[in-house]
Nanobody, 122 residues
C-alpha cells in the first residue's frame, strides 16, 4: 500500500505563491512517477504537472507553464509543486498522485492523495 499526504494548501491573494508538498509512505519502491492534479468547481480533474524518478518533468499543463514548477526529493519520497503568480482560476482542490510508470493525461493513476484546497482571492 502507498499513502500520499498533501500539505501546503490555503488561501492566497492574486499574484501570490504557495508551495504544495506531498509525501509518500508505505510501498514507495513501487513508485516511479508522482504529480499533481487539480479539480476546480464545475470543472473536470486535470493533470497539472508530473515528474518521474529519473527527474524528468513528464508533463506541465499549458495553463501553468512559466508559473508552476514541480520537483522531488527522492530521499524523502516527497514531491513539491511551487505555484507562483497565482490567479483566481487556479482555485481548486489539488490532488497528489503517484504511479508505477508515468503520469500523463489519460493514464490511469495507481495512488491518490486526499487533496488540499487552494483558494486564490482577487
Amino acid at each position: 500500500q502507498v499513502e500520499l499526504v498533501e500539505s501546503g494548501g490555503g488561501l492566497v491573494q492574486v499574484g501570490g505563491s504557495l508551495r504544495l508538498s506531498c509525501t509518500a509512505s508505505g510501498r514507495t519502491f513501487t513508485i516511479y512517477a508522482m504529480g499533481w492534479f487539480r479539480q476546480a468547481p464545475g470543472k473536470e480533474r486535470e493533470v497539472v504537472a508530473s515528474i518521474n524518478w529519473s527527474d524528468k518533468i513528464t508533463y506541465l499543463a499549458d495553463s501553468v507553464k512559466g508559473r508552476f514548477t514541480i520537483s522531488r526529493v527522492s530521499a524523502k519520497n516527497t514531491v513539491y509543486l511551487q505555484m507562483n503568480s497565482l490567479k483566481p482560476e487556479d482555485t481548486a482542490v489539488y490532488y497528489c498522485a503517484a504511479d508505477r510508470s508515468r503520469i500523463v493525461p489519460g493514464d490511469k493513476i495507481d495512488y491518490w492523495g486526499r487533496g488540499t484546497q487552494v483558494t486564490v482571492s482577487s
